[in-house]
């Protein structure tokens, strides 16, 4: 494994005008560029500080630093849907010149407590342009376990893409049944095309750890920032294999972090992660951030 630069702090700049009453901004993608402008989509939403409300709106930036708020990129879904209530925490991949945007999403009704609690699925939409338009495809790309003792029987979320030996794989979250948020862990699914189909790795999950998905291929494997959640909280990880990782350092890494994917998943290109988007929500309404290593 070749050396690592460790990420020993972050620096964080506000975006978009920073915290802004009565608009939530959460739950940044990866960022990319395509030729001379930066993107990146998150959830955004004026009727909770949640994404359970939410769709994806996107931003663009000629610098990485000043970014402008473009449109909704995608909508919720018609009435009877599986993303009816909301779709909200993308991810980005590029392929074959497409762009392929995994959510999460929700149907109506919505319940997010209890015994009755809504289950989560993962959408997919394709466009040919990041600017869009985007075309859901008809059904989920990964749906829950239906075991009720798998790490993800209740809930996924938050993808995030590596693109390693011609094959895609898409880390994920997951949370059980009768679990809370702070048991959270990470697995992973693997297809050979990029809308699938995804068939889960057999010996899920691959972190015990993290309530958000943050990973990006370098050193030949997969480095992962490991959020305050569960016994590997606050860590960075890495794996050579995609699958089985170890800790590299103690970190407190920035809030659901969107690192700016410059291998452009590229299978064999490397990013060296040390900038993306983030957010903060400890003082209200949600906004982003840009943050780099320093």
Known sequence: MKKYNIMEKF???????????????????????????????????TETFDGYTG????ATSKDGIKWEEQKEAISKGYKGSFDEQAV???????????????????????????PNITKT?????????????????????LRTSNDPNEFDSLRIDDTC???REDKYYMYYKGRQIDHTPKETKMGVAIANKPE???????????????????????????????????????????SQDGYNFKKIESIIPPKAPGP?????????KETNGRWGISMSGEDGWPYLFRYEAK
């Open 121 to 141: 699925v993962i959408g997919m939409a394709i466009a040919q342009s990041p600017h869009g338009p985007w075309e859901k495809l008809c059904q989920p790309i």
């Open 196 to 238: 699938g189909p995804y068939i889960r790795y057999d010996n899920n999950p691959v972190l015990d750890s993290g309530h958000e998905v943050c990973v990006w291929p370098n050193s030949g494997g997969v480095y992962s920032l490991v959020c305050d959640v569960g016994p590997q909280g606050n860590t960075l990880q890495f």
């Open 260 to 268: 700016y994917r410059e291998d452009h998943f590229i299978s064999g």
């Open 55 to 58: 769709s994806i709106w996107y």
């Open 88 to 114: 909200f925490t993308p991810s980005i991949l590029i392929s074959n010149g497409k762009y392929y945007m995994s959510y999460t999403a929700v149907p109506k009704p919505f319940i997010n407590e209890g």
């Open 161 to 163: 893409f590596i693109h």
């Open 11 to 45: 620096e964080y700049t506000p975006i978009l005008g920073g915290r802004t009453d009565g608009i939530t901004r959460r739950d940044p993608s990866p960022v990319i560029k395509v030729n001379d402008t930066f993107f990146v989509w998150y959830t955004r939403t």
